[in-house]
């Protein structure tokens, strides 16, 4: 598991580093051709590593409701995040490897109920589910790199 959380660390740290590159107006920017944006993107990531980590083992997830339905599988941007709300996101994006991290040492992911992402990948315990995750997050910077050539 250390390598996962440690891939997990390493694109999370890229995604700070993009945040970190981009003023507010162009993580808010919807191509035309597109429904939504890079904050979109990583927002989403860390929304679902919460919801499939935390919500299929039975455990709250460490953002709150509103973020996790802006960001949510199926969701797209209906107004622009503030600068409050991309400063919270940048913050709990490696906070939140962290905390999966000290989690997993302390056994807190007990139980696991398994589940069928989109792709048609069978998750059946964190294990599975951590490494999934860094799928996603690869799929989901891919799509930022697409959005940013499109600025």
Wanted: overall charge negative; some cysteine.
């Amino acid at each position: 598991m250390k390598e996962d959380i440690q891939l997990l660390r390493q694109v999370r740290t890229t995604l700070v580093k993009e945040l970190d590159t981009l003023t507010l107006e162009q993580l808010n920017h919807i191509p035309k051709s597109h429904n939504n944006n890079i904050i979109w993107n990583i927002g989403h990531c860390l929304v679902i590593q919460q919801l499939l980590c935390y919500g299929l083992s039975g455990l709250p997830p460490h953002v709150d409701k509103s973020i996790g339905i802006k960001y949510k599988k199926g969701s797209a941007p209906e107004s622009p995040a503030t600068q409050e709300e991309v400063d919270w996101i940048k913050d709990m994006l490696l906070k939140s490897v962290d905390l999966l991290e000290k989690d997993l040492e302390a056994g807190m992911f007990k139980t696991f109920t398994p589940y069928t992402v989109g792709l048609g990948v069978h998750l059946t315990s964190i294990e599975d589910t951590v490494r999934f995750n860094n799928i996603h997050e690869g799929l989901h910077y891919g799509y930022l790199l697409a959005l940013k050539k499109l600025l």
